[in-house]
């Protein structure tokens, strides 16, 4: 079966650094997204990662390992307006987005 | 603003009646998705239409249904109303299949059950 798995909540200090992992298993494999969502709030498009390595944009960095079905988000000097919820998503063979159940993250003072 | 259209933004309804949420999907982009988020859960995919055509199909319950217009805006039929169907419904958009298929997500609609 296709499936994604994150953790269910996270919390990290104002000023620090936080890694968000993903693990993936789907019928075929056609990239991974990280979205980030506000409370109440749509999803917005973070990054996109079809091959192995690092990706860095600002202040967040997405890693993929294909061999491992394994991606992480990393996110740096947290901002409070970071505390938001991150979904990570694959896509298959058929282009279909799988998404996981996403990962709370709060940011504390 | 993702160029992705929704109405209405809020929806209050009482139990067993009907109603339809609408999507206007950024110009140029063929697909449309539509996902339903109860509170504090995550997205789960009901349906997608691609150039006017049901192309895959999620946990989408009977009740609901959903078509794809010859100017591509769609709308989400939500008929029997239950409680539980309160929540927010994302419609999303994207340009094509067969390439990188960044999701672009509309504002939403919150559909209150009572």
């Known amino acids: 079966g296709q499936n994604i798995d994150q953790p269910t909540e996270m919390t990290a200090t104002e000023g620090a650094i936080v890694q968000i992992n993903c693990t993936y298993q789907t019928s075929g494999f056609n990239g991974l997204f990280w979205y980030q969502q506000h409370a109440g709030e749509a999803p917005t498009f973070l990054s996109y990662n079809v091959l192995d390595g690092l990706e860095e944009k600002g202040r967040f960095s997405s890693f993929l390992s294909r061999s491992k079905g394994y991606s992480y988000l990393l996110l740096k000097e947290l901002q409070m307006k970071d505390s938001a919820s991150y979904l990570c998503?694959?896509?298959?063979?058929?282009?279909?987005?799988?998404w996981g159940a996403g990962t709370k993250l709060i940011i504390k003072p | 603003d993702s160029g992705v259209t929704q109405t209405p933004k809020h929806l209050i309804t009482a139990t067993g009646q009907r109603v339809t949420l609408r999507c206007s999907p950024r110009s140029g982009d063929l697909s449309v998705y539509w996902y339903q988020q109860s509170l504090d859960q995550g997205l789960q995919f009901l349906i997608q239409?691609?150039?006017?055509?049901?192309?895959a199909k999620g946990n989408i319950l009977e009740r609901f249904s959903a078509q794809q217009f010859p100017d591509l805006h769609s709308e989400l039929n939500l008929s029997s109303l239950e409680l539980g169907d309160s929540a927010l419904y994302f419609c999303?958009?994207?340009?094509?299949?067969?390439?990188?298929?960044?999701?672009?997500f509309g504002p939403g609609t919150r559909l209150t059950v009572l």
């Open positions: 999303a958009s994207s340009v094509d299949l067969e390439i990188y298929n960044e999701q672009f």
């Open positions: 998503a694959s896509s298959d063979s058929n282009y279909q987005l799988i």
């Open positions: 239409y691609y150039n006017g055509e049901e192309r």
